[in-house]
Every structure is written in structure tokens, then in C-alpha cells.
């Protein structure tokens, strides 16, 4: 669990402090690094809820969704988070893990980050694209098969395993590009 939350949260921490360094050069008023802490990381976590989805609505009578409602039953939301974390790598049909979903928030994204000056909703969307950046280059390390798989879920043709580097460079890329354009918003 801690290792989850490490792979989410040291990346996070550090597109704050490096954001954060350029609004304090150029005197942003405080009120905005409150707003980019806050969207920064809800954000992060936000895409997890496809595994409520998942065990809920699309899988409600398996064996790990009725773990999940008794945990949560019984507020034992520990038990919560670490069935997210074994079983993440297993979902393969998730509504916001998927490619089409994933092109979709960037073309939403860069509208948001080129049109709107609201800290907290830029560093949101900035979030989100960073969490399925994340959890593509560990699925990339740990099982480039299975990241396929989860990736082009319901897809007749799949992107070749070749190629699923390359798509992760360029999803990193426009991640890189919203960062930029975030500290852009206040400089």
C-alpha cells in the first residue's frame, strides 16, 4: 500500500514543488498554491473511483466486489485501499483506464488549461492525465501485455506491444506540455 501511494504522490509532490518555485519567483498570491495543493491531489486518486465501478456496476457479483462491500460495510476502508492496490492490475475494463478516455481528457484538458484561469480545476485535470501516465509506465514495467490489454479494453484491434512505448512518451509529453501551461496561467 505504502508503495501505491509512493508511485502517486512523490510525482505529485514534485509538480508542486516545481510549479510552486516558478509562482513564488513571479509572487503568485498564496491563495493559488492552496488551490494547486487541493487539485494536485484529489485529482490523483479521482480515476481510482473506476474501481468502484468496476466492482459495483460493471461486476457486482464476484467474489473481490462482495470483499469490497463489506469492507466498506464494516468501514474498514484500509482493507478498501489495499484490495484497489492487488487487484488494480487486473481490472481490465474500466470506463477512465482506457485509451479513448485518455485522448478524450487530453483535447478536454488543454481547452481547460488554455482557456480558464481557475487553479484549482487546471490542477485537476493536470491530475488526472499524470495518475493514467503513472499507471501506464508501471504496467509498462511490470507487464506490457497487460497494460495492452486494460489500455484497449473492448478494442477488436489493439496498438502493437512495439508501440506502447511510444505511446506513453507521448502522453508524458502533453503531460509535460499541461505543467507548463499551468505555470503559464499566473506568470
Excluded at 491531489?41 to 467474489?63: A, C, R, S, V
Excluded at 481490465?92 to 484538458?109: E, T
Aim: charged share 15%; proline share 3%.
Amino acid at each position: 500500500m505504502k508503495q501505491k501511494l509512493l508511485n502517486y504522490l512523490l510525482p505529485t509532490t514534485g509538480l508542486f514543488i516545481i510549479i510552486s518555485c516558478f509562482w513564488v519567483i513571479f509572487e503568485v498570491r498564496t491563495i493559488h498554491l492552496i488551490y494547486l495543493f487541493l487539485g494536485l491531489n484529489i485529482g490523483i486518486f479521482l480515476l481510482d473511483i473506476d474501481h468502484f465501478i468496476y466492482w459495483f456496476l460493471i461486476h457486482p457479483k464476484t467474489e473481490e466486489s462482495r470483499l469490497v462491500k463489506l469492507a466498506i460495510e464494516n468501514k474498514k476502508f484500509k482493507s478498501v485501499v489495499k484490495i484497489v492496490q492487488t487487484s488494480h492490475q487486473t481490472h481490465h475494463s474500466l470506463i477512465f483506464h482506457h485509451y479513448f478516455f485518455q485522448v478524450i481528457l487530453v483535447i478536454f484538458s488543454l481547452f481547460i488549461l488554455t482557456s480558464t484561469q481557475n487553479t484549482f480545476i487546471s490542477a485537476l485535470v493536470l491530475s488526472l492525465n499524470l495518475h493514467l501516465v503513472i499507471d501506464e509506465i508501471i504496467g509498462y514495467k511490470s507487464n506490457p501485455k497487460n497494460l495492452q490489454k486494460w489500455l484497449f479494453a473492448r478494442e477488436p484491434k489493439q496498438l502493437p506491444i512495439a508501440f506502447l512505448k511510444r505511446y506513453i512518451i507521448v502522453f508524458i509529453v502533453f503531460t509535460s506540455l499541461f505543467t507548463f501551461l499551468l505555470i503559464q496561467t499566473k506568470i
